[in-house]
């Protein structure tokens, strides 16, 4: 492991090139991310040294200066970005700005890139992602441009999940990185910003939402990595023609593996002496691509995701690999219209879980493994104008029996970010550490 220092060089505000027309300046919450805790979502891009420009002691400030100037460039267009929150109701588009952090990393990149323990990778972040705070003042965008000795960059992104979620906060990215290339503000990505509103009207600001994600101490986040190889085997070993009527015998790459983490989570608590008498799998769904009926794209912004639910009422029942993709698939192909307009009635669709006899009403009884695949996403491909990130990362989730699953360079292999008590995690079996290419602490 490699122990780096981060020195902050300064701080600053950035707000949009140009003022907030008087008609823009209030943008309504959906019901989605009314729901949301106040955290963020957050992600780091690292890029080596630019060999194909002179290099030369200006060439980092160079860098700095373009994506300061591009960030208050896209902010004109995602102006709700440099607003700040109101209540639990809508964002006050009041230029206050964004955070902007300049710091410098006195290692080089290529000693910290691949081998930066989980724990120092926030120092990364301009903002603790996880520290929930329920402040009215706090960005809704937050920005850390790290420079490396070498001459490599990190980029590190955090966005309020009170307003995006992470495919909102890679049409943001992109946007961004093409001004810094020194496209213009016609650039093909066009955010649509009113609709999620509509389509999921907000309710009253007195109304209470379960808090659905309990922050724990004592948690510890280990990330996996799994290559091609490893993940073909997954997926040949999780294959069945049929099962329940159900074809599961080409799983995807995100199914077998969730459905194996899935399975040694479960194995793992038990282990410890926890049994629960149900077992229930989330997994966040990208609404964007489903909602058929209304025709809407991936330029939606905002959070327009729903969860889904696989459950299990008791083990080993379960316990085959195709069995728990079954459950997995199952559970996503009842997110159809219907199930869209459940969530589109707000509060109903929340008490249909939490009530008294629904699935989430009883913790004591319920373990619940909370699944995110931010595969595919295009992250590689972002490029501010010195090249494609040579990895990207996010931070540990501090949230017990979380799973994000990111896809690695050239979308082949997939890197696991699991969080479990501390003392879970221990029990974790030697099937999940045998299938991992490696893991770092």
């Given at each position: 492991m490699v122990a780096i220092t981060i020195e902050i060089t300064s701080k600053e505000w950035i707000k949009p090139s140009s003022p907030t027309p008087h008609e823009k300046k209030h943008h309504k919450l959906s019901f989605i991310d009314q729901f949301q805790p106040p955290i963020y979502v957050p992600l780091i891009f690292f890029y080596p040294k630019d060999d194909s420009s002179s290099s030369s002691s200006s060439h980092q400030p160079t860098r700095y200066h373009l994506l300061k100037q591009s960030l208050s460039d896209a902010l004109t267009k995602f102006n709700h970005l440099a607003g700040r929150i109101t209540g639990n109701l809508s964002v006050h588009c009041n230029d206050l700005g964004a955070l902007l952090?300049?710091?410098?990393v006195q290692t080089a990149l290529s000693e910290a890139a691949k081998n930066i323990p989980v724990a120092q990778l926030n120092e990364f972040l301009p903002i603790e992602p996880y520290a929930s705070p329920n402040d009215d003042e706090i960005p809704l965008l937050a920005v850390q441009i790290s420079s490396f000795e070498c001459g490599g960059t990190a980029v590190g992104v955090c966005i309020s999940h009170k307003i995006a979620d992470i495919s909102s906060l890679m049409n943001f990215v992109n946007y961004w990185s093409a001004l810094s290339r020194g496209g213009n503000s016609n650039t093909s990505v066009q955010p649509i910003f009113d609709?999620?509103?509509?389509?999921?009207?907000?309710v009253p600001e007195d109304s209470a939402f379960p808090n659905y994600i309990n922050v724990e101490k004592k948690l510890i986040c280990k990330r996996f990595m799994f290559d091609k190889e490893r993940l073909s085997e997954l997926k040949k070993h999780a294959s069945l023609d049929e099962f329940y009527g159900l074809e599961v015998k080409n799983p995807t790459r995100v199914e077998a593996l969730s459905a194996f983490i899935w399975k040694q989570i479960i194995n793992a608590s038990r282990a410890k002496g926890e049994t629960k008498s149900v077992y229930v799998a989330s997994q966040t769904v990208n609404l964007r691509s489903r909602m058929k009926s209304l025709k809407y794209d991936s330029n939606l912004f905002g959070n327009v995701f729903v969860y889904s639910l696989a459950s299990l009422t008791s083990w080993p029942l379960g316990n085959q690999l195709h069995?728990?993709?079954?459950?997995?698939?199952?559970?996503?192909?009842?997110?159809?219209?219907?199930?869209?307009?459940l969530v589109r009635s707000g509060v109903p669709y929340l008490n249909a879980f939490y009530k008294p006899g629904g699935i989430l009403s009883n913790p004591e009884e319920v373990q619940v493994c909370k699944f995110t695949s931010w595969c595919r996403l295009g992250a590689y491909e972002v490029d501010f104008g010195w090249g494609k990130p040579i990895t990207v990362s996010t931070v540990a989730p501090e949230i017990k029996n979380g799973v994000i699953l990111l896809s690695t360079k050239g979308d082949e292999g997939i890197e696991a970010w699991i969080t479990m008590a501390e003392d879970e995690m221990a029990f974790l079996s030697d099937e999940l550490l045998s299938l991992e290419t490696n893991s770092l602490p």
């Amino acid at each position: 492991m490699v122990a780096i220092t981060i020195e902050i060089t300064s701080k600053e505000w950035i707000k949009p090139s140009s003022p907030t027309p008087h008609e823009k300046k209030h943008h309504k919450l959906s019901f989605i991310d009314q729901f949301q805790p106040p955290i963020y979502v957050p992600l780091i891009f690292f890029y080596p040294k630019d060999d194909s420009s002179s290099s030369s002691s200006s060439h980092q400030p160079t860098r700095y200066h373009l994506l300061k100037q591009s960030l208050s460039d896209a902010l004109t267009k995602f102006n709700h970005l440099a607003g700040r929150i109101t209540g639990n109701l809508s964002v006050h588009c009041n230029d206050l700005g964004a955070l902007l952090v300049e710091a410098k990393v006195q290692t080089a990149l290529s000693e910290a890139a691949k081998n930066i323990p989980v724990a120092q990778l926030n120092e990364f972040l301009p903002i603790e992602p996880y520290a929930s705070p329920n402040d009215d003042e706090i960005p809704l965008l937050a920005v850390q441009i790290s420079s490396f000795e070498c001459g490599g960059t990190a980029v590190g992104v955090c966005i309020s999940h009170k307003i995006a979620d992470i495919s909102s906060l890679m049409n943001f990215v992109n946007y961004w990185s093409a001004l810094s290339r020194g496209g213009n503000s016609n650039t093909s990505v066009q955010p649509i910003f009113d609709i999620p509103s509509k389509l999921f009207p907000p309710v009253p600001e007195d109304s209470a939402f379960p808090n659905y994600i309990n922050v724990e101490k004592k948690l510890i986040c280990k990330r996996f990595m799994f290559d091609k190889e490893r993940l073909s085997e997954l997926k040949k070993h999780a294959s069945l023609d049929e099962f329940y009527g159900l074809e599961v015998k080409n799983p995807t790459r995100v199914e077998a593996l969730s459905a194996f983490i899935w399975k040694q989570i479960i194995n793992a608590s038990r282990a410890k002496g926890e049994t629960k008498s149900v077992y229930v799998a989330s997994q966040t769904v990208n609404l964007r691509s489903r909602m058929k009926s209304l025709k809407y794209d991936s330029n939606l912004f905002g959070n327009v995701f729903v969860y889904s639910l696989a459950s299990l009422t008791s083990w080993p029942l379960g316990n085959q690999l195709h069995e728990l993709v079954w459950m997995f698939r199952t559970a996503i192909r009842r997110i159809n219209d219907d199930y869209i307009n459940l969530v589109r009635s707000g509060v109903p669709y929340l008490n249909a879980f939490y009530k008294p006899g629904g699935i989430l009403s009883n913790p004591e009884e319920v373990q619940v493994c909370k699944f995110t695949s931010w595969c595919r996403l295009g992250a590689y491909e972002v490029d501010f104008g010195w090249g494609k990130p040579i990895t990207v990362s996010t931070v540990a989730p501090e949230i017990k029996n979380g799973v994000i699953l990111l896809s690695t360079k050239g979308d082949e292999g997939i890197e696991a970010w699991i969080t479990m008590a501390e003392d879970e995690m221990a029990f974790l079996s030697d099937e999940l550490l045998s299938l991992e290419t490696n893991s770092l602490p």
